[in-house]
């Protein structure tokens, strides 16, 4: 995905570029979190009630991204729930020598936000992850694990706050219909899609809680960070921070 090649998006992946400086102060990341997340949710609900009145606007479609690095299952976990908050739906395909594919069902528009959400979010993530410090006599890798999930789940639950208050701010659509009924029709349509392609799997559910004193700190890390994030068929991008 270029995010330059949508006004909107470009807007969006510039404010979270300066998030992701790790000379922006909390404050300033902060603010840059009230604006960015502000446009991604209006982009969000806009296309979805304008695609309402002409699907052609914005289809659904799927999506194989490819998370390597440290911490992948970390990264893989992050990528879950923000697929989840912005409507989408995915499974783990392949794991090969710290290489995973996950694939993405989800309507283009939701899909570009959760690609270009995850890459600045990882970058975020892994910049205040590595400037905490453990505890007295506690392993780097337990601090890490438990700020990671500290993070994440903080992160979700920022997003479900703000793609609920954006579709109760949205005007209804030209049908009439409001923005909740569109969107929880096509959360069925992704569903029904992710479904056909996958008639065996099984919601395994997704859980971070993990023991260590980063637990708080990548909440607090969380509640500051700047969430603002083609065709049809599948689409390999490796994400890295």
């Known amino acids: 995905m270029n995010p330059n090649s949508d006004p909107k998006l470009a ?3 510039a404010i979270l570029a300066k998030a992701e400086d790790p000379a922006a102060t909390p404050e300033e990341a902060e ?5 960015a997340a502000e446009l991604m949710a209006k982009y969000g609900i806009e296309r979805a009630m304008l695609a309402d009145a002409d699907p052609d606007l914005d289809r659904p479609g799927d999506r194989v991204i490819v998370v390597e690095g440290t911490y992948s299952n970390d990264r893989i976990y992050l990528l879950g729930y923000i697929a989840d908050a912005l409507n989408c739906h995915g499974i783990t395909k392949d794991k090969n020598r710290g290489r995973t594919e996950v694939h993405l069902f989800g309507y283009e528009s939701d899909l570009d ?12 993530a892994f910049n205040g992850m590595r400037q905490g410090r453990p505890a007295y006599g506690e392993k780097v890798v337990t601090y890490r694990k438990s700020w990671l999930a500290g993070f994440i789940l903080t992160v979700y639950k920022r997003l ?3 793609e609920a208050r954006a579709r109760q701010e949205a005007p ?3 049908s009439g219909r409001s923005a909740e009924l569109v969107v929880a029709d096509r959360k ?5 899609r992710f ?3 996958y008639p065996n799997a099984r919601n395994a559910g997704r859980t971070t809680r993990r023991r260590g004193t980063g637990y708080a700190a990548g909440q607090e890390a969380a509640k500051r960070a700047d969430l603002g994030q083609t065709r049809v068929g599948q689409r390999r991008r490796a994400l890295t921070a």
């Open 11 to 13: 807007k969006i992946r």
């Open 31 to 35: 603010a840059f979190f009230a604006k």
């Open 188 to 192: 069925t349509v992704v569903l029904a």
């Open 160 to 162: 479900q706050e703000i």
């Open 113 to 124: 936000r959760v690609e270009l959400l995850f890459t600045s979010l990882c970058l975020q």
């Open 195 to 197: 479904n056909a392609a």
């Open 172 to 174: 209804a659509a030209a």
